[in-house]
C-alpha cells in the first residue's frame, strides 16, 4: 500500500511539473494528460508508417534511378533527416508545447521577428499537415481500388477498375472514419497509437520475411544496390539530375514525426517523453525502412512491366511485384492481397494519427488566434478532444483531394506539399535555434550540447538543398500533363502567408498569446 502510495505520489508530482512548466510558456492545462513516453512515440512512428512511404512512392523511385537510387539515397535521406530530428528534439525539450514549431520559432526568433517568424512557421506546418492527411488518405483509397482490381481478376482479366469519382469516394469515407476514431477519449486514441506502432514493426516483419522466401525470381545483390535505372521514358537522362528527383521515395516515407510535439500537452513528464519520441520513432522507422525496402527491391526483375499501367496492377509497381511473386510460387495472387492489405492497414492507421497530429496543431494554432474563427476551432469537447478542429481537418483534406479530379500530376502537389510544406516548418525554427538564439537558447533535459549548431546547420542546409530539389521539373519537355507543381504549390503557401501578414496580421497577431494569469 506505500509502495502504491508512493507511486501514485510520484506520478502526480509529474503531473503538477508538467502543468507547472506549461505554465511558464504561458498555457494553462486544457488537454488530458495520459499519454506516456511510449504512446508519444507511438503516435509519431504510426503517421511515419515506412511501408505506406516506400510503397504509394516506389513507382516514383523506380522511374528515377531505380534500385541503387532508392537503397543507397535512403542512407543519405535517413542521415540528414536524423540531424533535422536531433534539432527538433532538442528544441521540442526546451518548449513542450502543443504548438510545437511556430511556438519555438517565436521564441528563437527574438523579439522583433517572433510574430512573422511564428505566423509563417505555423501556416507551412499546418497546411503542410492538411497536405499529409490528403496524401495519405487518399493513397489509401488509390492502393484499396488497386486491391479490388486485382482481386477482380486484374486489368487483364476483366478486374473491377474504379473511377476516379469512385477513388474520391473510398477517400472522403476513410476520412470519415478518421474523423469518428479521433473524436474518442485520448485514452482511445492512444489505444490506437500502440496498434500503429504494433502494426508498423509486426507488419514489416512478416513481409521482410515473406517476400523473398516466396519469390521464385529474386534480383541479385549487386542489382539491388548498383542498378541505376535512366529509362524513365521521362526524357531526362542526367544520372546526377535522376537521383534528386529520386530522392522523393525516401524523404516522403520519413515524414511527420512533429506529431510527438504536437501531443505533448498530452503526454507525462513532456520535456523529456517528446524528445524521446522524436528520435526514437526516426530511428526505428529509418533501419525498418530501409531494410523493407532492401526486400521489396529484392522481387524486382522487370522495372518495365511494373511501371507498365498495361499490367494486371494498371502500373501500381509495388502491388504488381507482389502480387506477380505469389502467382509465380503458387498460381494465386491471393497471398500478394494480403501484403498489400498489410501495407494498406498500417496506412488507415498512420491516418488515423495524421488527423489526431493536424488537430493538435490546429488547436494550439487557434488557441494563439492565428485561424479564421479561432474561437470555433479552439473549442473542447466534454471529452476534452479538440472536437470542431478535428472535423475542419477532414473537411480540408477531402476539399484538397478534389485536385485528383483534374489531374493526377496536379494531386502529386499535395505529396510535394505534405514533404516540403512540413520540413520547412520543421527548419525555421532549427534556423533561428542557430542564428538568432545561438547564444541565448536556454536547453531543456535533452540537449545535445556543444554539438548543436554543427546538427542544426546540416538540418538547415539539407532542407535547404530539398526544396530546390523538388521545385525541378520532372520530365522534359515540359507539359501540362508532367508540369511539376511544387513550386507554385509551396510558392503559393508562402505568397499566402505573406500577403496576409503584410495586408493584415501584422495588425493583431504578436505570436503565441498567454492565456493564464
Known amino acids: ?217 529474386r534480383a541479385s545483390v549487386e542489382f539491388i544496390f548498383t542498378h541505376f535505372n535512366t529509362d524513365n521514358d521521362m526524357g531526362i537522362h542526367d544520372k546526377a539530375y535522376i537521383l534528386a528527383v529520386g530522392l522523393l521515395t525516401s524523404q516522403y516515407s520519413l ?21 524521446i519520441g522524436i528520435i526514437t520513432s526516426v530511428a526505428l522507422s529509418t533501419v525498418f525502412g530501409w531494410i523493407f525496402l532492401v526486400a521489396l527491391t529484392s522481387i524486382v526483375t522487370n522495372i518495365p512491366y511494373l511501371l507498365d499501367p498495361r499490367n494486371d496492377a494498371a502500373g501500381y509497381a509495388a502491388a504488381q511485384a507482389l502480387y506477380t511473386a505469389f502467382h509465380q510460387r503458387y498460381g494465386s495472387g491471393v497471398g500478394g492481397l494480403v501484403c498489400i492489405g498489410i501495407v494498406a492497414f498500417g496506412i488507415f492507421l498512420a491516418g488515423v494519427a495524421c488527423v489526431t497530429s493536424n488537430s493538435r496543431m490546429g488547436y494550439a494554432f487557434s488557441r494563439d488566434k492565428a485561424m479564421p474563427f479561432s474561437h470555433v476551432w479552439h473549442r473542447v469537447s466534454r471529452n476534452e478532444v479538440p472536437l470542431n478542429v478535428v472535423w475542419l481537418c477532414v473537411v480540408v483534406a477531402f476539399i484538397m483531394a478534389l485536385t485528383s479530379l483534374g489531374s493526377q500530376v496536379a494531386f502529386q502537389a499535395m505529396v510535394s506539399i505534405a514533404t516540403l510544406g512540413q520540413y520547412i516548418s520543421y527548419v525555421l525554427p ?43 521539373p520532372v520530365a522534359y519537355p515540359i507539359a501540362k500533363d508532367n508540369f511539376n507543381y511544387t513550386p507554385v504549390a509551396v510558392g503559393g503557401v508562402l505568397l499566402l502567408s505573406v500577403g496576409s501578414w503584410v495586408f493584415h496580421a501584422r495588425f493583431w497577431f504578436k505570436g503565441p498569446i498567454v492565456n493564464v494569469d
Not at 498555457?27 to 512512428?45: D, P, T
Not at 515524414?255 to 524528445?275: Q, V
Not at 533535459?445 to 546540416?458: E, K, M, N, Q
Request: aromatic letters at 14%.
Open 1 to 217: 500500500m506505500a509502495a502504491q502510495r508512493s507511486g501514485a505520489a510520484g506520478v502526480a508530482a509529474g503531473d503538477d511539473a508538467d502543468r507547472a512548466r506549461l505554465r511558464q510558456l504561458g498555457y494553462k492545462q486544457e488537454l488530458k494528460r495520459g499519454l506516456g513516453v511510449v504512446s508519444n512515440f507511438a503516435f509519431s512512428f504510426s503517421i511515419i508508417c515506412v511501408m505506406a512511404g516506400v510503397t504509394t512512392t516506389y513507382n516514383a523511385g523506380l522511374r528515377y534511378g531505380g534500385p541503387a537510387s532508392m537503397t543507397l539515397g535512403w542512407l543519405v535521406v535517413a542521415f540528414f533527416n536524423g540531424c533535422v530530428a536531433l534539432s527538433m528534439a532538442e528544441i521540442c525539450s526546451a518548449y513542450p508545447t502543443s504548438g510545437g514549431l511556430y511556438y519555438w520559432s517565436a521564441k528563437l526568433a527574438g523579439d522583433k521577428w517572433a510574430p512573422l517568424a511564428s505566423w509563417i512557421t505555423g501556416w507551412f506546418n499546418l497546411v503542410g499537415q492538411w497536405a499529409l492527411t490528403t496524401s495519405t488518405d487518399f493513397s489509401l483509397a488509390q492502393l484499396v481500388q488497386v486491391i479490388i482490381l486485382l482481386g477482380t481478376g486484374g486489368a487483364n482479366g476483366g478486374g473491377y477498375m474504379a473511377s476516379k469519382y469512385v477513388v474520391l469516394a473510398i477517400h472522403g469515407s476513410l476520412l470519415i472514419l478518421h474523423g469518428l476514431i479521433n473524436s474518442l477519449p485520448i485514452r482511445w486514441l492512444s489505444w490506437f497509437g500502440h496498434l500503429g506502432a504494433f502494426w508498423n514493426t509486426a507488419g514489416a516483419f512478416v513481409l521482410v520475411i515473406m517476400i523473398p522466401v516466396v519469390a521464385k525470381e
Open 255 to 275: 515524414l511527420g514525426y512533429d506529431a510527438s510535439a504536437h501531443m505533448i500537452e498530452e503526454t507525462k513528464n513532456a520535456d523529456w517523453s517528446g524528445p
Open 430 to 472: 532549427i534556423f533561428f535555434r542557430v542564428t538568432t538564439a545561438r547564444r541565448s537558447f536556454s536547453p531543456g533535459p535533452f540537449h545535445l550540447g556543444r554539438y548543436s549548431i554543427v546538427i542544426g546547420w546540416a538540418a538547415v542546409l539539407w532542407v535547404a538543398l530539398l526544396t530546390v530539389l523538388f521545385s525541378l
